[in-house]
């Protein structure tokens, strides 16, 4: 690690949704590793207590707490039992999020519209139910961050994946627009937009074909591992207060964009 960084996460409280699997399961293990203590946000209670309970075991601090994050309410209920258990979050990452496709000309509604409640709508509940929460966190330690997982395909032409594509578009651009309001305010925030990662995301599309349409590219790119992503936003956080690493692109080698 670069002297740069601070050694260590001690004292800060993060928020990861998502937190059951893939990339969000693998940055609640490394920030509770360098010593935050992290809440975790999902739908499936049982692995979140498994992760939570590995998190302890090492002597760590971790909370899991169930939860649908398209459900405003559910995440305002739950923004308020993080602050009683653990203390106002000074690390928000919003993660959750799924990936369908959406060619037109077999259209599947239901599809567009639940990746506009998750990945656009969740990311909103969360942003308001913990924004004041970071906002006190950064005045008490100098610092607080937002970190919310976009992805590359928010940039670039994803044919087939166009509801996906503009929901992460939307991610990047609530990120710019954020971090001018919230900078002044000691609170950085970060767009982390991964290439393609090796998690479950994929295995949640429908088609049979899509599915293997991406597997496909395996046999000439080398996929990232959620660790990747995690050492990034890991990275981030632990940057001196004056800093602010707002967006990072992080694609496999092989992946041209
Ligand atoms: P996973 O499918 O492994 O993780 C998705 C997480 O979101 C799970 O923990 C899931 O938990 C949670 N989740 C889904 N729906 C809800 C809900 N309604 N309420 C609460 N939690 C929910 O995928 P990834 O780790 O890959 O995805 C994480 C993020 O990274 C997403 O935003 C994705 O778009 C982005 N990304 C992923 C890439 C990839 O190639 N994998 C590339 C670029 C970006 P549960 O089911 O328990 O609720």
């Known amino acids: 690690m670069s002297a740069s960084l601070t050694s260590e996460l001690a004292g800060r409280i993060a928020v990861v949704t998502g937190a059951s699997s893939g990339i969000g399961e693998q940055v609640a293990q490394a920030l509770a590793r ?3 203590a992290v809440a975790l946000l999902a739908r499936r209670e049982d692995r979140l207590t498994a992760i939570c309970a590995d998190i302890e075991a ?3 601090r971790a909370v899991p707490f169930s939860v649908d994050v398209t459900d405003s309410a559910a995440v305002d209920d739950v923004a308020r039992r993080v602050r009683e258990t653990l203390g106002p979050a000074g690390i928000v990452v919003n993660n959750a999020g799924i990936m369908l496709p959406t060619p037109l000309g077999d259209p599947e509604p239901k599809d567009w519209a639940d990746q506009t409640a998750l990945n656009v709508g969740a990311v909103n509940y969360t942003v308001l139910a913990f924004g004041g929460q970071l906002v006190e966190a950064a005045a008490a330690h100098g610092v607080a961050d937002l970190v919310n997982i976009a992805s ?3 940039k670039t032409l994803f044919p087939g994946y166009s509801a996906y594509a503009a929901s992460k578009s939307y991610v990047i651009h609530l990120g710019r627009s954020l971090r ?3 900078g002044p305010k000691q609170v950085r925030v970060t767009t982390v937009e991964p290439g393609i990662v090796d998690t479950e995301l994929q295995s949640h599309i ?4 899509s599915r293997e349409r991406l597997a496909g590219t395996r046999t000439r790119i080398e996929w990232l591992t959620p660790e990747d992503v ?3 936003v890991t990275y981030t956080v632990c940057l001196p207060p004056r800093v602010n690493l707002a967006e990072i692109a992080i694609l496999p ?3 041209p964009a």
């Open 253 to 255: 080698t092989r992946q």
């Open 180 to 182: 001018a309001e919230l």
């Open 152 to 154: 590359i395909a928010g």
């Open 34 to 36: 360098r010593g935050a």
């Open 206 to 209: 429908p088609s049979e074909e």
């Open 58 to 60: 090492r002597g760590e």
């Open 230 to 232: 995690a050492d990034a």
